[in-house]
């Protein structure tokens, strides 16, 4: 336990040390929120911040679940630091959990952050707990699968590219700050397939008042929930050398 509760220290002070990551994992998602809510730009009916507190909540997991994720673990295997330390009395099992629960303890805070600047913006959720829940249990599991099949086959600069592209792609087509129906018909289908769009539709619908999380959005999380960590598992090099 000691060994990981180590490591555990060491990936969450390396994320709070770094800026580029509390930029991406904190200060896009409140600054989309607040800036969105503030300045009548988007077409949305309605107070803006009750379409935008899910919406960022979810990009918010993408940012760390998935974006930063990849960047991170890219650079330490590019460095040769995962294969070191698979190799000491931390093993390979107790590392990925350290990584996995960081993850859960940032995605906590992110959440803590950006509830607290909706409420302060007018935000009024009605929370239904499981389906929210299990949103977020999925697209985590989904977005950690797509991180570690990229960060452990592409060399660490490419993943950066990789990753970085990704997040624009799914912050402009999931729904998360821009509304779905303004895309054209077949882009709006495609991104319905997406984690980010069904993870982003589930959680206004745990999280709005008089709103329903849609049944379209459970199928779409569990295939990538499954397939993503299956995909990262045949994918993934310890060794930078590999």
Do not use: C, H
């Amino acid at each position: 336990m000691r060994p990981l509760l180590a490591q555990l220290r060491l990936e969450l002070a390396l994320t709070l040390r770094n800026g580029e990551s509390l930029l991406l994992t904190m200060g896009i998602p409140v600054a989309v929120l607040v800036f969105f809510s503030l300045v009548d730009v988007l077409p949305i009916e309605g107070d803006a911040v009750d379409f935008l507190a899910p919406g960022t909540l979810a990009l918010a997991v993408l940012a760390t679940a998935f974006t930063n994720l990849a960047i991170a673990t890219g650079f330490d295997r590019s460095y040769g630091v995962l294969k070191r330390l698979g190799a000491t009395p931390l093993g390979r099992p107790r590392l990925v959990a350290a990584k996995a629960v960081a993850v859960l303890a940032v995605i906590a805070v992110q959440a803590v952050v950006l509830v607290a600047a909706a409420l302060a913006l007018g935000w009024s959720p009605e929370v239904e707990p499981v389906p929210l829940v299990a949103a977020l249990v999925l697209a985590v599991a989904a977005f950690s699968g797509a991180a570690l099949a990229v960060a452990g086959r592409l060399p660490a600069l490419v993943t950066l590219a990789v990753a970085n592209a990704v997040f624009v792609g799914l912050l402009l087509l999931s729904g998360m700050v821009f509304p779905l129906d303004e895309l054209p018909s077949g882009l709006r289908a495609g991104a319905r397939a997406l984690p980010s769009t069904a993870l982003a539709e589930a959680l206004r619908g745990a999280l709005s008042t008089g709103a329903d999380v849609p049944d379209r959005v459970w199928p779409v999380l569990a295939v990538w929930a499954v397939a993503a960590p299956a995909l990262a598992v045949g994918l993934f090099r310890w060794d930078p050398g590999d």
